[in-house]
């Protein structure tokens, strides 16, 4: 497959009148060859015998030619492979001389852009085939990294793949299996599904009851998320098959079990929300003593406090019990009544301790802290989570929870009017910063936490149906077609983190060249790239932990818009992944600098790595439309949950 970026064609000769490159014209030239060549014809004229000027003019040529070969390109294309790239090596720059008169530009293969790429190119039309082989590759890349876990970490939360031991930074739940179990059931894994489940019915409901300190969301989003997920998924909530598309045949977990430890462990979460005297849940759970903690500075990460609601609102529905929905959502009424710019947020909130501290003089508890506004860490699912507890409670999108969707809305429209800028020379498109509030200055600094965004302005358009169908039963408002074409603009962005780096990874933050700013800095190592100009990454923000947002975002733009580039994106990254991060043994491991080749490897596998990362590449290389948009939300740890029809609606369907 051809790489995915790189500079623009050689020149406007190389494009075809039908503006199709025509790959034929870069057949590379030997120069060997050319040389030799040229002497043959020229010795055969001196045969002749006559010395004329056309010879004369010969001789210098070959003269000329014999000299090139002879003599190292001081400053020439250095032939490497890296993505399927070129690398030019702009390293060393040198006065012209007489030979930069002499050489004849290279002739390379044109390296194209993504979007051409896929508009000009019919090799990158894969077949339906090609794109299960490829899925298949993603299965397997699951179960190695699921080998290196259960050879040296089972029933930590993560495997350090390097020195071969188990970490537990999330509370000691097993982090890794419970982040995996859906994941398995989705790819049909029947053995990792039957060997995490049967690890979860028997240690789970010890290690919860023994275990101490988990922080709230975390514990959420990847433990109590990845139950109630297997727990759907294992048709808990239904009869037959479901909606997901899964295949019968595939092995499943026991749904009863699964819903028991959820709510064990719900309950003892729960004490965040009812221990603390305002909206703002505390951050901190004692689990083996049922207390509840806020974080030592008493505040709470504004995204933290609004990603609980998908996971709690459905162990409502299916417990039965309206307590779980009822404290959850608590947070987002609490916040619907908080002073906002223009929809965003900073990304603290005054929590508990604040509370006591001021108790008789300040009833500004549960208030924003701060003015950093930010998409990105802390900041991120709060605007993720305003959309998709709407969509999930399907019912009450147009009664109690109208509210949701118009935050979202505002919060978007802040997102477009203060935070989107372009960057120079080349015009990506990127969401920066407002650190100090919006009169202070803004920063063009991207986590990649914010890749995210495209999945979701995406999913927020079409509502999880497809661009064309939405279009063809006239769905789409101006808001809603322009919100996508910010989504495709963002997305492209995101894979550029990748695709300009030397490793074909993304950094953990890169910062934008933009007019005005004269702020320099490193570029990503891949000079041949389009955008190295336009991206920044700083030296301490040069590590990978094998985050899943862009794959997850190409995975909704594919569903959406149906375009092939996604997909193709998705599979450059995933290579890339494989290349760089796969270690032998088993499992892969984080980079420490995703510039450098080849890169310094950190030894921890993200449970998120199983639990997202390799999930959305399966599904981005699906062929079937298994979990579609319109029925499942993904919470942000990637497990799928169903959306909530009334009960009206979901007899009608069964
Ligand atoms: C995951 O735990 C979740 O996606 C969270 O919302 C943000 N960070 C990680 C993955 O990068």
Aim: aromatic share 10%; with cysteine.
């Amino acid at each position: 497959m051809s790489g995915g970026s790189g500079p623009l064609p050689y020149s406007m000769r190389d494009v075809g009148a039908s503006g199709a490159y025509n790959n034929a014209k870069f057949r590379h030239r030997s120069r060997l060859k050319m040389f030799l060549q040229s002497l043959a014809t020229n010795s055969s004229k001196y045969r002749c015998g006559k010395f004329t000027v056309g010879k004369f003019l010969s001789l210098l040529m070959v003269s000329g030619l014999l000299y090139l070969f002879l003599h190292k390109s001081p400053d020439g294309f250095v032939p490497g492979e890296l993505h399927g790239k070129e690398v030019h090596n702009n390293n060393v720059r040198k006065a012209p001389n007489i030979r930069t008169f002499w050489r004849k530009p290279p002739r390379l293969p044109p390296r194209l852009p993504p979007n051409e790429i896929y508009k000009n190119n019919t090799l990158l039309q894969h077949s339906p085939s090609e794109w299960t082989a490829r899925q298949k590759k993603v299965k397997e890349a699951f179960e190695h990294a699921w080998t290196g876990y259960r050879n040296y970490a089972m029933g930590y939360d993560e495997l350090m793949p390097l020195s071969h031991r188990g970490t537990d930074g999330l509370g000691g739940l097993g982090a890794t299996i419970v982040d995996s179990l859906d994941t398995a059931i989705i790819m049909g894994a029947d053995d990792i599904v039957s060997e995490a489940s049967k690890w979860i019915e028997e240690n789970l409901p010890k290690r919860i009851s023994e275990k101490g300190q988990v922080n709230l969301f975390e514990t959420t989003i990847r433990v109590l998320g990845g139950l109630l997920s297997a727990y759907h998924l294992s048709g808990g909530d239904h009869a037959g098959t479901g909606y997901s598309g899964i295949p019968a045949s595939y092995t499943k977990a026991n749904p009863e079990r699964l819903l028991e430890v959820s709510k064990d462990l719900a309950d003892r979460l729960l004490l965040a929300f009812t221990s603390s005297p305002t909206a703002i849940p505390l951050s901190d759970v004692i689990l083996r003593d049922r207390t509840a903690h806020a974080a030592p500075d008493g505040l709470s990460s504004t995204s933290e406090a609004t990603t609980l609601q998908l996971e709690f609102s459905y162990l409502s529905r299916v417990s039965g019990d309206p307590k779980y929905d009822r404290e959850a959502m608590k947070v987002l009424e609490h916040m619907k009544t908080l002073p906002k710019v223009e929809g965003l947020v900073p990304i603290h909130i005054k929590g508990n301790l604040y509370y006591l501290l001021a108790f008789m003089c300040s009833p500004s508890s549960g208030q924003f802290s701060g003015e950093n506004i930010r998409l990105g860490s802390r900041g991120d699912s709060y605007y993720e989570y305003l959309l998709k507890v709407w969509i999930q409670q399907e019912e009450y999108r147009n009664s109690s929870l109208k509210y949701l969707f118009e935050m979202y809305t505002e919060a978007m429209k802040g997102v477009k009017h203060l935070l989107v800028r372009k960057t120079v020379p080349n015009e990506l498109v990127f969401v920066g910063e407002f650190p100090f509030g919006r009169n202070g200055d803004f920063s063009p600094k991207m986590d990649h936490l914010v890749c995210f965004l495209p999945g979701t302005l995406a999913l927020g358009a079409t509502k999880g149906i497809t661009k064309k169908k939405a279009l063809e039963s006239n769905l789409l408002t101006d808001e809603d077609i322009e919100n996508l074409q910010l989504a495709e603009d963002l997305a492209k962005t995101c894979v550029e983190m990748y695709f300009v780096t030397s490793t074909g990874l993304a950094p953990e933050i890169a910062y934008f060249h933009i007019e005005g700013n004269p702020e320099g800095g490193p570029d990503g190592g891949n000079k041949s790239n389009k955008y190295v100009n336009d991206i920044i990454i700083k030296p301490l923000d040069r590590h990978n932990l094998l985050r899943p947002e862009t794959v997850e975002s190409l995975f909704v733009l594919h569903r959406i818009t149906e375009d092939p580039k996604y997909r193709e994106w998705g599979w450059q990254i995933f290579e890339a992944f494989e290349k760089y991060t796969k270690v032998d043994s088993g499992g892969y491991s984080s980079l420490d600098d995703v510039t450098s080749l080849p890169p310094h490897r950190r030894d921890k596998m993200e449970t998120f790595f199983l639990g997202e990362t390799l999930k959305y590449l399966y599904l981005l290389f699906d062929e079937s439309n298994t979990l579609p948009l319109d029925k499942y939300v993904f919470n942000t740890e990637a497990h799928p949950l169903p959306v909530m029809q009334s009960v009206e609606q979901a007899s009608h369907s069964v």
